[in-house]
């Protein structure tokens, strides 16, 4: 088809050669030189009709016509360089956010996972949906029925994992593992860049003793050196023996709190796992596998239903009938974004909703140029331009707008994609693959083609429309804000507000959940307290660990928290297990613990649970707690004495409505020997699970009572934590050297990792917003005061006729706000019927809160209304005498 | 001779042209005014080929594949560009002469036998 084009030049030297030949043919015939020349031109016709038809056959004409275009269309732009300024950088900052934005789209919600077959690969859960819970943990012989009895998958894996304490280096360190069966990497068609991976020949009914390491771990702890195969590592006391490097592109299919350093590979049914029985569901959920070939996720969930029926059936002291035990799965890559889709899409109809307001905007300063350069448009028109050539110019100025807006945008969410993502929350997952790639750019085009459309196409089709006559009349004379552009311009800027509207409803709605979360009483104050966090390894074999037991332990916490209280500038030290809002497991089925209330019947308590907190007597003095009723734990809250727990109101609501709680007796678990612990205190609720979550009942038991593996250390302090982190280590680690203490940080800082998701998307979204308000302020203002300038010699007559400044001021005010009224009702209606899907990302605000669907019209109108404002003050400055002189 | 009488010779009917122009080159490569003087001296003069059409006619063709071009020198040495048909422009040929034969075949009947 492109073949290279023949030239113009080419075609005469033909014709040329034509006319010679028969100019010789006739001489042959005895003609003069002459007369065969004539004769030879007269019988080829006419030349340059030829030639014009030669031109005209091929793909010159369009060809040409749209280098003529494009000249023109640059020339346009460059003679209007604020105009084209202004269109340039607001398309580049829309397609700019609209590239950045759905880069991580792209990467996180729509790219499929980067394992081999991955639509195949599903995540299970047992749910008990009778006790409202999911994703509970299991017992190893559940998750032998899933391999065995199941006959939906190929191949499983149960993953588990958190902390590691890595020691035998120069200071322990904490490390992420990962713990999974040994079909893990070929289930998932994992490749190691070095040595090899685990897999079924390494069976281990425990831990096995090989592990594989990241790109990453193996390039920061060992230089990337490749003798680090057979190297062992040191993990919660065990050796361990590296046999492979996973390639860099490998990620865990799971939501962690940091990325994987160690994936070991274990059978979990011997030590330290628990004993292989059923009720002793001590597996934290967690299980991936893949489905087998030919089955569809309906008839492997349809077979996982009816095996959980005959279990329930098989075994009724395990599952009681109320639970509901029950086995789901769902897609992994739904598992594994499902939680942070709503805000993608909100932020991506965000991007999109701003640059289709830039788009309207350019729409209406392209327009006002259409109306000024109406006679210009006549004049082509009666010197024989095709409306469809008309067109076609008008859309080509706008493409290529359109495409240098397209490439500014790119190139700017290019070099800023890096910046940007530093501000992403790490929460949400697979951020690391973010990148831009052809699908990205693909994307880019199209929103440049579709915003170049939108901005040329209305006012490329009106340029056709213009009345001949009447406009080279009237572009002579200078007059008009005709009827037809004026009407056009005006549904624009209503679009356009509209638009603005929704946006800022949108952010609106974001800000107020976000003001509410800081501002609302997390039942603690976090100023002047830092948190560090310590875990203590667990070996292999109970009998190595020295922090099994209750009364060493204790000893432990005690010296401690007496270190840490001598340290300089620390008022104040306790130890807990669940420092609050840094929870990453919502719903920690660890923490949610079956509970039995001694004066309720066994049957009907099967249902009741609460979280289970362990803390040291002076943690709610440290966070400054307010205490209800009873007391506070004490020292002698120890083994061997009372078993006490301390409630949150929550708690006492739930479950002791009408009586006072103190001194009733609860028990943890469903061991019927376990000794009662009793009520000794009522506090007010402290927002432990994230700020955004209420109603989790919690229970805080004695950590001197009831000890903890991982724990975090809170300290009042008026220092900061970087002042306190060398020296909180070196206290730890002087009396363990085993101990690794991670995340030193003020607990304001932890608060506001808690909520970055959220701050996320609400400045951004609150960011849009604004620009948003600023494009739509200056298209009333554009429109208005093009307006005014246009219709300057109507409103000299008019004021050399009598009317007052007032009467002038008011009927271009009036027109402001008529256009600032129409679109924002138009924008609360749409906002009004869209908010609801924002419901998810709010917290104490409806998608309806009347502030925001109060305060944004306002807002908008007043801005409006200045924006009206100041063209309506030139127009009262309009001299009458000098008006009517120059029309 | 062939400056005089033009206006007793047959217009070329539309789309003509093109099947005329593939026809001549199945005997080989020619050029542009060769194909002019070919058609006329085939029709016994009868047809008239404006020497001016033929060119964007044979535009048309080499940009519809159906014959290619290249420069050349002619017999009476001198540089000329050659057409010449392609398996395609081949192919078109059977197409457009069997259509041509039952377009004329059709009129034929339409107008009947002639006793002159």
């Known amino acids: 088809m492109f073949r290279p084009k023949r030239k113009t030049s080419d075609f005469g030297a033909e014709i040329e050669a034509h006319i010679e030949l028969e100019t010789e043919r006739l001489r042959e015939q005895g003609l003069s030189h002459e007369d065969a020349r004539t004769a030879a031109r007269r019988a080829f016709g006419n030349v340059t009709r030829a030639q014009e038809r030669f031109y005209e056959s091929g793909r010159w004409l369009w060809w040409d016509d749209f280098w003529h275009d494009l000249r023109y269309a640059l020339r346009m732009l460059r003679k209007q360089p604020a105009f084209t300024l202004v269109a340039i950088l607001t398309l580049a900052l829309g397609v700019g956010a609209n590239v950045a934005i759905f880069s991580i789209v792209n990467a996180v919600l729509l790219r499929s996972l980067s394992y081999r077959d991955p639509g195949r690969l599903v995540r299970v859960s047992f749910n008990e949906p009778g006790l409202g819970l999911r994703d509970i943990t299991f017992s190893k012989p559940e998750l032998d029925d899933l391999a065995t009895r199941a006959d939906v998958f190929a191949q499983m894996s149960a993953i588990a994992g958190g902390n590691v304490a890595m020691t035998g280096v120069k200071q322990a360190e904490r490390l992420e593992l990962a713990v999974t069966g040994f079909d893990y990497f070929t289930m998932l068609g994992a490749v190691p860049e070095l040595g090899r991976l685990y897999g079924p020949q390494d069976y281990d009914p425990g831990f096995s003793p090989y592990a594989v390491i990241s790109d990453a771990f193996w390039r920061r702890e060992f230089g990337g050196t490749p003798d680090v195969l057979g190297r062992t590592i040191t993990l919660d006391g065990d050796p361990s023996t590296i046999v492979g490097v996973l390639a860099p592109g490998f990620h865990h299919p799971a939501v962690t709190a940091g990325n994987v350093d160690v994936w070991c590979p274990a059978g979990f049914s011997a030590d330290p796992f628990p004993k292989p029985i059923r009720s002793n569901r001590g597996l934290n959920p967690g299980i991936v596998a893949r489905l087998k070939p030919g089955l569809t996720l309906a008839q492997a969930q349809a077979r996982l239903t009816s095996l959980a029926a005959q279990l329930r059936h098989d075994f009724p002291a395990d599952y009681p009938v109320q639970a509901g035990w029950t086995i789901e799965i769902q897609p992994l890559q739904e598992f594994l974004v499902g939680n942070v889709r709503t805000m993608l899409l909100v932020l991506m109809a965000a991007v999109m909703l701003i640059v289709f307001i830039v788009s309207l905007n350019i729409a209406n300063l392209i327009l006002a140029r259409a109306s000024a350069r109406q006679q210009e448009m006549a004049v082509r028109l009666a010197l024989g331009a095709s409306p469809g050539r008309m067109v076609r110019q008008a859309l080509t100025e706008s493409l290529l707008l359109s495409f240098i807006g397209g490439l500014a945008g790119c190139a700017s969410a290019f070099a800023t994609l890096g910046f940007i993502l530093r501000f992403v929350p790490p929460s949400i997952p697979r951020l690391s693959e973010v990148r831009i790639d052809w699908v990205v750019l693909l994307f880019a085009l199209l929103i440049s083609i579709l915003t170049g459309l939108v901005f040329g196409f209305v006012p490329a089709l009106h340029s056709t429309k213009v009345a001949l006559s009447s406009a080279i009349r009237e572009g002579g004379r200078g007059s008009g804000y005709s009827t037809r552009t004026g009407r056009l311009r005006d549904v624009l800027i209503v679009s356009e507000l509209a638009f603005a509207v929704v946006l800022m409803v949108g952010a609106g709605l974001l800000l107020r959940t976000l003001r509410d979360l800081l501002q609302q009483n997390p039942g603690f104050d976090p100023t002047q307290v830092v948190a560090a966090n310590v875990w203590i390894p667990v070996p292999d074999d109970p009998k190595d660990d020295l922090y099994r037991s209750i009364a060493p332990k204790a000893a432990f916490d005690r010296e401690l928290l007496r270190r840490m209280k001598a340290m300089p500038g620390v008022e104040l030290a306790a130890i807990t297990s669940d420092l609050p809002t840094s929870n990453h497991t919502v719903n920690d089925p660890q923490g949610n613990d079956v509970l039995a209330i001694e004066d309720r019947a066994l049957e009907s308590s099967k249902d009741l649970r609460a979280e289970r907190i362990r803390v040291s007597p002076d943690y709610f003095k440290v966070m400054q707690s307010t205490l209800v009723a009873g007391r506070f734990f004490s020292e002698g809250d120890e083994d061997g004495k009372l078993p006490v727990v301390i409630i949150d109101e929550t708690t006492a609501r739930k479950y002791w409505p009408a009586r006072d709680p103190l001194g009733r007796r609860v028990r943890f678990g469903q061991d019927p020997t376990q000794p009662w612990m009793t009520v000794v205190g009522i506090v007010k609720d402290i927002k432990s699970d994230g700020l955004d979550i209420d109603g989790v009942p919690h229970i805080y038991v004695s950590v001197y009572q009831n000890p903890n593996r991982a724990f975090s250390v809170v300290l009042r302090t008026s220092l900061p934590a970087a002042v306190l982190d060398s020296q909180i280590r070196h206290e730890i680690q002087s009396m363990d050297p085993g101990l690794p203490v991670f995340n030193v940080s003020s607990m304001n800082d932890v608060l506001d990792r808690s909520l970055a998701s959220r701050r996320f998307s609400a400045q951004l979204v609150g960011g849009f917003a604004g620009l948003a308000l600023l494009l739509a302020s200056l298209g009333i203002y554009g429109l208005l005061a093009y307006m005014v300038s246009q219709r300057s010699r109507e409103i000299g007559v008019r004021m050399a006729l009598g009317a007052q400044r007032a009467n002038i001021l008011k009927l271009i005010l009036q027109k402001g706000m008529v256009l600032a009224g129409v679109g924002v009702i138009a924008g609360v209606i749409l906002s009004a019927s869209t908010a609801s899907m924002m419901a998810s990302l709010l917290y104490g605000v409806r998608p309806h809160d009347p502030a925001v669907f109060l305060v944004v019209p306002l807002l908008l109108f007043a801005v409006a209304v200045v924006a009206s404002y100041l063209p309506a003050r030139r127009a009262t400055k309009v001299d009458p005498m000098i008006a009517l002189r120059e029309a | ?116």
């Open chain 2, 1 to 116: 001779m062939s400056t005089q009488g033009t206006e007793d010779r047959l217009e070329l009917l539309q789309g003509t042209l093109d099947l005329l122009i593939l026809r001549t080159l199945i005997f080989g490569s020619q050029h542009g005014q060769g194909i002019a003087r070919a058609i006329q001296q085939t029709s016994d003069e009868e047809l008239l080929v404006e020497h001016g059409a033929l060119y964007p006619a044979l535009q048309r063709l080499e940009e519809r594949g159906w014959i290619s071009a290249k420069w050349g020198v002619s017999t009476n040495n001198r540089r000329a560009r050659f057409y010449s048909l392609t398996s395609a422009g081949r192919k078109q040929l059977g197409k457009e002469t069997a259509k041509w034969k039952r377009t004329a075949a059709a009129i034929e009947r339409i107008l009947g036998p002639e006793e002159t």
